[in-house]
């Protein structure tokens, strides 16, 4: 009997957290299960944007139930992303280590760009369409905009406006007014205004909706009117009758669940605020978002992944010396194979290695003097598809400390202290590979022999050749002075003759 591969995606989302599970078979995604809680995430996010003890424990305990359903299945094919509420809380840290003791896999923060780019491969790998379609969804703390045509997306944004933190903001005692929908839909308008012109200008055919929200006012559409498409019309009549409501508690619609209450207000407001700003005449729902974007790429092969063209295509714009490059990422293949078993490095550590080894001179664009910095705060605040919030800090920082002095402040501040031991260990081999290549001649690579133990790098040379190429030599002394903020030993030896 065939045996076909099963692949999760994780959904840590400000209002709810779904899990959905999936098989694939001839090249298609076949969805077996899903699970789905409400967690409120982003009702627990205070005014200096610190998250409660008590939205900390509705989401450990979702994500015990979680590990137990995925108790079987392989790391690789499990991903998990997290949106607005946890990108945007300062004790985020504290919630991963709370986490990592309940939920066995990592938890991917992922930036609003990026939500929005897997929310529309979750609509296009399931809707068919030949024109430009607009994708709007309204979540707990962020509302994504999408225009897209067949797979590939055209504009990506994400608003940080949310059916929860506007409810929050405006509808905080449940009472339902007209004065304070017109201020919520003016405040919704003033965050869309921004990407108004260019989403009129670039055009659409069709418009989806994505989101719980949108699907629960399609359904109360459907309740009141007795069709599930959505017009302006429509929603200004949906606030009509909240508003002639009152208060929440008093609302009469089959089709409002009671754990949507506390949010359909805010999200009312934004929807109505986007018909407004960009021209919207009707907009249909779509069951499909985030989650089946996270399956799709998980099922791809791995020449299709998106963070490999995104390198090449952000190499290209900075006008990356590709065969310099090229080199590096060689000599950095050559260390990681010596360097694999002693250090316990894997594929993906390789991967950011070689995409470090490209970048390492995008700010040159900038200025070539503090070379480093400016590449790594180009990557660190550039958009770059298929990377998570930690992938990207962790490329960033590579960069940032591929060369001169190593500073223990500013490496704490990016990298966690329970991810360093890693990180040093691929700084060291970073820092080799392009110190080798500093002449930018492959010829002019030195000869070695090479040796990886626990916390140290033992480099051997010809005695002649180190004597000939003297600058080499000293700047491997002032590297070893370097390492010493890393707790790896770099040794050098010279002998006759290499073996």
């Known amino acids: 009997m065939t045996k076909y591969p099963s692949f999760a995606a994780v959904d840590l989302g400000s209002n709810s957290f779904h899990l959905v599970v999936a098989r694939e078979v001839d090249g298609r995604l076949q969805l077996l299960h899903k699970e789905k809680h409400r967690v409120y995430l982003a009702a627990g996010l205070d005014e200096n944007y610190m998250l409660d003890d008590e939205a900390i424990e509705r989401a450990l305990h979702v994500l015990k139930q979680f590990a137990a359903t995925l108790a079987d299945f392989d790391k690789n094919n ?91 903001l405006f509808f905080c005692d449940a009472k339902l007014t007209e004065k304070r929908f017109k201020k919520a839909i003016i405040h919704a308008e003033q965050n869309v205004e921004p990407i108004t012109s260019i989403y009129q200008k670039t055009g659409w055919q069709s418009c989806l909706g994505t989101s719980g929200t949108i699907k629960t006012l399609s359904a109360i559409n459907d309740e009141l009117f007795q069709t599930k498409i959505l017009t302006l019309d429509s929603l200004r009549d949906i606030q009509g009758h909240l508003i002639s409501a009152g208060e929440l508690s008093n609302i009469a619609i089959k089709a409002l669940p009671d754990e949507r209450k506390s949010s359909i207000a805010g999200g009312l407001a934004i929807l109505i605020a986007a018909f407004n700003q960009l021209g919207i005449e009707k907009l249909e729902y779509c069951d499909y978002s985030l989650r089946e974007g996270l399956l799709h790429e998980l ?49 993906g550590d390789l991967e950011l290695l070689k995409w470090a080894g490209y970048l390492h001179e995008v700010g040159i664009a900038i200025n070539s003097s503090g070379i480093h910095k400016h590449s790594a705060y180009i990557v660190m605040n550039s958009q770059l598809p298929g990377f998570t919030q930690d992938q990207q800090q962790q490329l960033g920082a590579l960069i940032r400390f591929h060369r001169k002095k190593i500073k223990s402040h500013d490496l704490n501040e990016l990298i966690e202290t329970d991810s360093q031991l890693r990180f040093a260990r691929l ?73």
């Not at 949106?83 to 919630?95: A, G, I, Q, V």
């Not at 992922?110 to 369409?129: C, K, M, P």
């Not at 290209?316 to 490059?325: G, I, S």
């Open 78 to 168: 499990v991903e998990v992303a997290a949106t607005y509420t946890l990108r945007s809380c300062k004790n985020l840290r504290h919630f991963i280590k709370r986490a990592k003791t309940v939920f066995p896999y990592k938890i991917n923060v992922i930036s609003g760009q990026e939500e929005a780019r897997l929310i529309y491969q979750g609509v296009a790998n399931y809707v068919h369409d030949d024109s430009n379609r607009l994708v709007v969804d309204i979540g707990g703390g962020s509302t994504e905009v999408i225009i897209g045509k067949h797979q590939s997306h055209k504009l990506l944004t994400s608003r940080n406006i949310g059916c929860v933190t506007m409810s929050k």
């Open 299 to 347: 099922a791809q092969n791995e020449e299709f992944d998106i963070r490999t063209r995104t390198i090449d295509s952000f190499a290209e714009q900075y006008t990356v010396d590709a065969q310099h490059a090229k080199h590096i990422c060689q000599t950095l293949t050559h260390f990681f194979k010596v360097a694999k078993l002693a250090w316990q490095l894997e594929k």
């Open 427 to 499: 700084l060291a081999l970073l820092r080799l590979a392009i110190l080798f290549h500093q002449k930018r001649q492959k010829t002019q690579v030195p000869k070695h022999e090479m040796r990886i133990l626990a916390n140290e790098v033992i480099l051997k040379f010809e005695g002649a050749w180190l004597e000939e190429h003297s600058l080499f030599a000293a700047d491997l002394e002032q590297e070893q002075h370097y390492w010493k903020s890393l707790d790896v030993n770099l040794t050098i030896h010279a002998s006759e003759a290499l073996s």
